[in-house]
């Protein structure tokens, strides 16, 4: 490998691991709120619970959204613990994933499932709330949307880097 691919990666993966940690530090502040928010959302929509069953809900999303932080958080630092070659998924696939836990909340209070579009049916058959955040923004901060477009730009600039360092040069002489 040439020194300046391997610059080029370092510095790619310098910028890998800082939007890594950027994405857990926001979705471990965001989710608890989010699960909260979400439970809410759909409890004031549906309109039928009595006080004690949505005092009973809201305490239990509380107990949700920690969990799903913790769950979410622990599988994103598992994806970016591995070499980025090895990563087969991406930091949003695995946030997608909180709509879980407020289901179960939701799920317990009666709530009836909410009609969806084809799309989300197909994409996300057990999210019968439409709970799936779309970006990390949905999480309630617009400044973690991009985040993944970074971590995804440097992952790419870590491959590139790998693959410009590993091609035979060419033996033709220049132009």
């Not at 070499?83 to 289901?103: F, G, N, W």
């Amino acid at each position: 490998m040439t020194d300046g691919a391997r610059d080029d990666e370092a510095r790619a993966l310098a910028r890998l691991d800082e939007t890594g940690a950027a994405i857990v530090a926001g979705v471990e502040t965001q989710v608890p709120a989010w699960a909260r928010a979400q439970v809410e959302r759909l409890l004031d929509a549906w309109g039928r619970a009595s006080d004690a069953e949505r005092a009973r809900a809201e305490l239990e999303s509380a107990e949700a959204g920690a969990a799903a932080a913790e769950r979410v958080v622990a599988g994103l630092r598992a994806l970016f613990a591995l070499d980025p070659e090895e990563q087969r998924e991406t930091p949003l696939e695995i946030v997608r994933s909180a709509y879980r836990e407020p289901t179960e909340v939701l799920a317990a209070a009666g709530v009836a499932p909410v009609v969806r579009d084809e799309f989300d049916e197909r994409a996300w058959p057990d999210d019968v709330y439409g709970l799936v955040p779309r970006t990390l923004g949905d999480l309630g901060n617009p400044d973690l949307a991009p985040l993944h477009l970074a971590w995804g730009m440097a992952k790419a600039a870590v491959l590139r880097a790998r693959r410009a360092g590993s091609a035979p040069s060419s033996s033709l002489p220049p132009d």
